[in-house]
């Protein structure tokens, strides 16, 4: 797929979720939570399926090479480095929005846990990464700028969730990716990746569930008695976290990037890895480097930073 037919891919997708939220609105049609979530995830990928098969793209463009049998477990130690910058990374967002997380787990009580993590913590990821890091970064890719296409593609990843705080850490989450997916050569990696972070939020909204189940209170009033106890506000909470966390991030992200060239000689692939930093890189076959940017994309960018935005004042 080229980086134009990409570029109408995301303005598309963005045209067919807005779509089906007039038509649930207008219509006042409600859909239980899973069903929401299922339907989000198909709003994302049917779109994809049409352009590829209009483009007469096949999947096989994306790297899905075998990878070694130890590079699944590095995937679950590499998450685990990086949670550190994800969480800092929110909190910082937390400044000035509010955590789109803690909506979820209200809208989550009472839907069985293996669901919950069957379909946001498995089957989204593997869909999400197959869009983004895969249609929507190899599209990019196939122009030669490589920095430049992990950048949009993760930039274009956090846009799709059309809030501020998701936003955020999608972008960290967008980066890492594409830098795992270059470290091994497959997309597998970055699947692994994301479906750990979500896996890990699941079991946490799960735990908080029960917790509020057995005190009868909610997760807003629970954390202001906390605040109220340790005589800070909420405000100077985030920032307190924000610095320790940041200092723990630090020291975790330099092992996360240590261990993704570790990866690399695993896979036999340091020279390709390494290769994505240098200022001069090779352009593929058949397409010239060029700007990445086209109408439809401005777009598409626009009306979602509109969305956010008017999102936040009428909250």
């Known amino acids: 797929m080229s980086t134009k037919a990409a570029n109408r891919l995301f303005l598309v997708s963005l045209l067919v979720e807005a779509a089906v ?42 790297a899905h090479g075998r990878i070694k049998p130890v590079t699944p477990l590095l ?9 550190p910058l994800i969480m800092v990374v929110n909190m910082i967002s937390m400044l000035f929005v509010e955590n789109e997380a803690n909506q979820i787990v209200g809208a989550m009580t009472g839907v069985p846990g293996w669901l919950i993590i069957l379909v946001v913590g498995i089957l989204g990821p593997m869909n999400e990464e ?46 890492m990716g594409v830098l795992l997916i270059e470290a091994t050569g497959s997309i ?10 979500n896996t ?3 079991a946490v909204m799960l735990i908080q569930q029960k917790q509020l189940a ?24 985030l920032l307190i976290a924000i610095l320790i966390f940041g200092v723990i991030a630090l020291a975790t992200t330099v092992l996360a990037v240590l261990l993704l060239y570790g990866m690399a000689a695993i896979e036999q692939r340091k020279n390709e890895f390494v290769g994505i930093f240098k200022r001069k890189q090779r352009e593929s076959e058949g397409e010239k480097k060029g700007s990445l940017w086209t109408l439809p994309l401005i777009v598409a960018v626009v009306f979602s930073f509109l969305y956010m935005v008017a999102e936040l004042v009428l909250q």
């Open 188 to 197: 597998a990696s970055s699947m692994i990746f994301h479906g750990c972070i």
């Open 130 to 175: 197959f869009l983004y890091r895969g249609i929507f970064y190899h599209s990019y890719r196939k122009t030669g700028r490589i920095l430049a296409a992990m950048f949009m593609s993760a930039f274009l990843f956090g846009l799709m969730h059309l809030n501020f705080n998701q936003m955020s850490y999608a972008i960290v989450v967008g980066i």
């Open 214 to 237: 057995v005190t009868g209170g909610d997760s807003q009033e629970l954390l202001d008695e906390s605040l109220a106890q340790l005589g800070v506000t909420y405000h100077q909470f």
């Open 21 to 62: 939220i007039i038509f649930l609105q207008v219509t006042g049609l409600r859909l239980g939570t899973m069903s929401a979530l299922v339907l989000n995830q198909l709003i994302m990928l049917l779109p994809a399926l049409g352009f590829l098969a209009g483009t007469k793209t096949k999947s096989g463009f994306i």
């Open 75 to 83: 995937c679950v130690v590499f998450t685990g480095l990086c949670m």
């Open 200 to 202: 890990y939020n699941v």
